[in-house]
C-alpha cells in the first residue's frame, strides 16, 4: 500500500530498495513493541493505524536508503521510552523458573533478538 509496485519491474533496484526500507521500519517497529501485553503495553491500534503507517512510509525516500539500524516509530498508545546512551532499555528478555515437590527444577530464558 502507498507504492506503485505494478510499474515497477520485479527484481529492480527500486523495487528492491522500496522493500529493504518497509523491512527495516517494520523489524525496529517489531524490536520495540513486541511483548507479551500482560506486562508491557503494546500499540497494537496504533501499529496498525492507517495515519502512521503513511507517517512511517514517508521516511522512505528514492534515491536515498534508510540508515541501519532504522529508529523505531512513536504510534499512538506507545509507552514513554528512557534512551540510555542512546538506546532504549532492554525488555526483551523474560526468565521463569520452576521446581516441583521432588526438587525437579526447568530453568527457561526467552529472548527476543535485536540487532
Given at each position: 500500500e502507498g507504492f506503485d509496485f505494478e510499474s515497477t519491474r520485479?527484481?529492480?533496484l527500486d523495487s528492491v530498495s522500496i522493500q529493504s526500507d518497509v523491512q527495516n521500519?517494520?523489524?525496529?517497529?517489531?524490536?520495540?513493541?513486541?511483548?507479551?501485553?500482560?506486562?508491557?503495553p503494546v500499540p497494537v491500534s496504533g501499529l496498525l493505524n492507517k495515519s502512521y503507517a503513511r507517517e512511517r512510509r514517508s521516511a522512505i525516500q528514492p534515491n536515498a536508503i534508510l540508515p541501519v539500524p532504522t529508529l523505531f516509530g512513536n504510534p499512538q498508545g506507545a509507552?514513554?521510552?528512557?534512551?540510555?546512551a542512546g538506546r532504549t532499555i532492554e525488555y526483551g528478555t523474560?526468565?521463569?523458573?520452576?521446581t516441583d515437590s521432588q526438587?525437579?527444577?526447568?530453568?527457561?530464558?526467552?529472548?527476543?533478538?535485536?540487532l
Open positions: 520485479f527484481n529492480s521500519l517494520v523489524f525496529a517497529d517489531r524490536n520495540q513493541y513486541m511483548a507479551d501485553a500482560d506486562w508491557f509507552p514513554q521510552m528512557r534512551l540510555v523474560s526468565p521463569f523458573i520452576v526438587g525437579n527444577t526447568l530453568t527457561v530464558t526467552s529472548t527476543i533478538e535485536a
